[in-house]
């Protein structure tokens, strides 16, 4: 019976623990799933508009250094002196660069740029080329280096980086003629201003200016200026311009610059769904705590329930295997302990079963009523439960036929015969005390048999043996008990 509740209380737990953990998935993972891909959708349109707008202030700037080239050298005049002219003198180079100079003041824009001047083919400058420059290229080389930068095409201009290993700055180069070259710098930091993003992004956010290499040229973590681009991210943004992709770390967004570069905006996917995240764990710990008090509610209240009911259950079990006449077993309770009983003897245990019957009932009950027959057969179940001992059966096989069944000690057959003996004596005295005045009017006496074994016998074994020997006690006179000690005497019939 208690392995019957534990398995009542198991079941229980495992079903509040299932309704709960169906309940944390559906407050946890579903919500989680959807609104992972509305903020997915969100950033993506929040970085397709952010990066559109980084692309069109970088190109403005772009625009803006190549239209004031333009305008720095509308006059030809400006530029025709050429240092391979061997007719041009020391005073007509001088002149030169004093108009680009005064060029330059009447723009008013050299603020903004490092360097700002004309290289010639001969590596000769003009104009504001920097200290730093100069000495880079003092061994010669400068006009060559620049001249690689410049594209064939019509525009016969172009926009570099990194020269000599200088990370900080960015070069515009135009041509001017097959001589001379126009040079434009400026540090990177300058493009801090055009290169910022609308602030909802979080600060781990990741926006670079690339080259055709994917070499950073700008970046808004200074650090990795110079550095060549996270490969997952180069990965996402080699096929495709001008969209978002959401990858396993990243969800990127490329576009491209007027001069080819381009805009890169990156954002961690673990930093967009951080909220998402922490969310996710609380209503996880949340789901998880609940679970734990359920449970604990769930013992509370099926300790509660089950102290009446088992103690119902129980006392039902007794009203279904008692005898209510009597208190001894029932036929079925007695047989289905009997045979309990038998399934688990050990080798060498001697059992002995009896089965005893009034004699001249019928006399009780037409002389003196059924309800004093019921008496009697009830003192004669009290007279079995006062002998019954800590290993003996009693059971009620209906009407005023009983039957016990003992387990005897003895280490040899006949030795635990005599205390079956011992037994019947006393069950005999104990009646005739109890039923002296019913035997001297009535007759009532008792026929016992009795069936002693160390064999494992069945119940229907023993039973019938010992049916058979109460039966000869009637045949032979009644009053009286018939022994058999199993397989010596008698046998299965």
Same mark, same amino acid.
């Given at each position: 019976?208690?392995?019957?509740?534990?398995?009542?209380?198991?079941?229980?737990?495992?079903?509040?623990?299932?309704?709960?953990?169906?309940?944390?998935?559906?407050?946890?993972?579903?919500?989680?799933?959807?609104?992972?891909?509305?903020?997915?959708?969100?950033?993506?349109?929040?970085?397709?508009?952010?990066?559109?707008?980084?692309?069109?202030?970088?190109?403005?700037?772009?625009?803006?250094?190549?239209?004031?080239?333009?305008?720095?050298?509308?006059?030809?005049?400006?530029?025709?002196?050429?240092?391979?002219?061997?007719?041009?003198?020391?005073?007509?180079?001088?002149?030169?660069?004093?108009?680009?100079?005064?060029?330059?003041?009447?723009?008013?824009?050299?603020?903004?740029?490092?360097?700002?001047?004309?290289?010639? !083919?001969?590596?000769?400058?003009? @104009?504001?080329?920097?200290?730093? =420059?100069? $000495?880079?290229?003092? /061994? %010669?080389?400068?006009?060559?280096?620049?001249?690689?930068?410049?594209?064939?095409?019509?525009?016969?201009?172009?926009?570099?980086?990194?020269?000599?290993?200088?990370?900080?700055?960015?070069?515009?180069?135009?041509?001017?003629?097959?001589?001379?070259?126009?040079?434009?710098?400026?540090?990177?930091?300058?493009?801090?201003?055009?290169?910022?993003?609308?602030?909802?992004?979080?600060?781990?956010?990741?926006?670079?200016?690339?080259?055709?290499?994917?070499?950073?040229?700008?970046?808004?973590?200074?650090?990795?200026?110079?550095?060549?681009?996270?490969?997952?991210?180069?990965?996402?943004?080699?096929?495709? !311009?001008?969209?978002?992709?959401? @990858?396993?770390?990243?969800?990127? =967004?490329? $576009?491209?610059?007027? /001069? %080819?570069?381009?805009?890169?905006?990156?954002?961690?996917?673990?930093?967009?769904?951080?909220?998402?995240?922490?969310?996710?764990?609380?209503?996880?710990?949340?789901?998880?705590?609940?679970?734990?008090?359920?449970?604990?509610?769930?013992?509370?209240?099926?300790?509660?329930?089950?102290?009446?009911?088992?103690?119902?259950?129980?006392?039902?079990?007794?009203?279904?295997?008692?005898?209510?006449?009597?208190?001894?077993?029932?036929?079925?309770?007695?047989?289905?302990?009997?045979?309990?009983?038998?399934?688990?003897?050990?080798?060498?245990?001697?059992?002995?079963?009896?089965?005893?019957?009034?004699?001249?009932?019928?006399?009780?009950?037409?002389?003196?009523?059924?309800?004093?027959?019921?008496?009697?057969?009830?003192?004669?179940?009290?007279?079995?439960?006062?002998?019954?001992?800590?290993?003996?059966?009693?059971?009620?096989?209906?009407?005023?036929?009983?039957?016990?069944?003992?387990?005897?000690?003895?280490?040899?057959?006949?030795?635990?015969?005599?205390?079956?003996?011992?037994?019947?004596?006393?069950?005999?005295?104990?009646?005739?005390?109890?039923?002296?005045?019913?035997?001297?009017?009535?007759?009532?006496?008792?026929?016992?048999?009795?069936?002693?074994?160390?064999?494992?016998?069945?119940?229907?074994?023993?039973?019938?043996?010992?049916?058979?020997?109460?039966?000869?006690?009637?045949?032979?006179?009644?009053?009286?008990?018939?022994?058999?000690?199993?397989?010596?005497?008698?046998?299965?019939?």
């Amino acid at each position: 019976m208690d392995e019957y509740y534990r398995k009542i209380q198991f079941r229980i737990i495992v079903l509040f623990s299932v309704v709960l953990l169906l309940l944390t998935f559906f407050l946890t993972v579903v919500p989680y799933k959807r609104s992972v891909a509305s903020i997915q959708n969100n950033f993506s349109k929040l970085m397709n508009g952010g990066g559109g707008q980084l692309r069109a202030n970088v190109d403005t700037f772009f625009q803006w250094t190549e239209k004031t080239a333009s305008l720095m050298f509308s006059d030809e005049s400006i530029y025709e002196y050429d240092p391979i002219n061997s007719s041009y003198d020391e005073y007509e180079k001088i002149q030169v660069n004093s108009k680009i100079l005064n060029r330059i003041d009447e723009l008013g824009t050299m603020g903004n740029y490092v360097d700002f001047g004309v290289i010639y !083919s001969n590596d000769e400058t003009a @104009g504001w080329i920097s200290e730093s =420059m100069a $000495t880079q290229y003092i /061994n %010669g080389g400068l006009y060559s280096e620049f001249e690689k930068t410049i594209s064939l095409d019509g525009s016969q201009d172009g926009w570099s980086f990194a020269h000599k290993g200088n990370y900080d700055k960015l070069y515009y180069a135009k041509r001017l003629n097959k001589h001379a070259i126009l040079i434009m710098s400026f540090y990177g930091h300058e493009m801090e201003n055009i290169f910022k993003f609308p602030e909802r992004i979080s600060k781990d956010m990741i926006a670079v200016l690339v080259d055709s290499d994917n070499r950073i040229l700008y970046a808004n973590n200074s650090e990795i200026v110079g550095t060549i681009l996270d490969h997952e991210i180069a990965e996402m943004t080699s096929y495709d !311009s001008d969209r978002t992709i959401v @990858g396993s770390k990243y969800m990127v =967004m490329t $576009t491209e610059c007027m /001069n %080819g570069w381009r805009v890169i905006c990156a954002e961690p996917v673990s930093s967009m769904l951080e909220n998402m995240v922490k969310y996710q764990r609380f209503m996880m710990f949340f789901a998880l705590g609940c679970c734990g008090m359920f449970i604990l509610a769930a013992q509370f209240l099926y300790f509660k329930i089950s102290k009446p009911v088992k103690g119902l259950v129980s006392e039902l079990n007794i009203q279904a295997s008692v005898d209510q006449l009597t208190g001894v077993f029932n036929k079925n309770a007695f047989r289905e302990h009997v045979a309990n009983r038998l399934s688990q003897m050990k080798h060498g245990t001697i059992h002995s079963f009896v089965m005893l019957d009034m004699d001249n009932f019928k006399q009780i009950n037409d002389n003196l009523g059924h309800e004093y027959g019921d008496e009697v057969i009830a003192k004669l179940g009290n007279i079995l439960k006062e002998l019954a001992g800590f290993d003996a059966y009693m059971g009620r096989m209906g009407g005023d036929e009983f039957a016990a069944f003992l387990t005897l000690s003895g280490n040899h057959l006949f030795s635990a015969d005599r205390a079956a003996h011992d037994f019947v004596d006393q069950l005999h005295m104990a009646f005739d005390r109890t039923f002296e005045e019913e035997r001297r009017k009535y007759g009532l006496s008792i026929s016992i048999g009795v069936v002693t074994s160390a064999e494992h016998l069945t119940y229907d074994d023993f039973y019938r043996m010992a049916d058979d020997m109460m039966y000869q006690s009637k045949r032979t006179g009644k009053d009286k008990t018939t022994y058999c000690v199993y397989p010596d005497e008698g046998g299965i019939k």
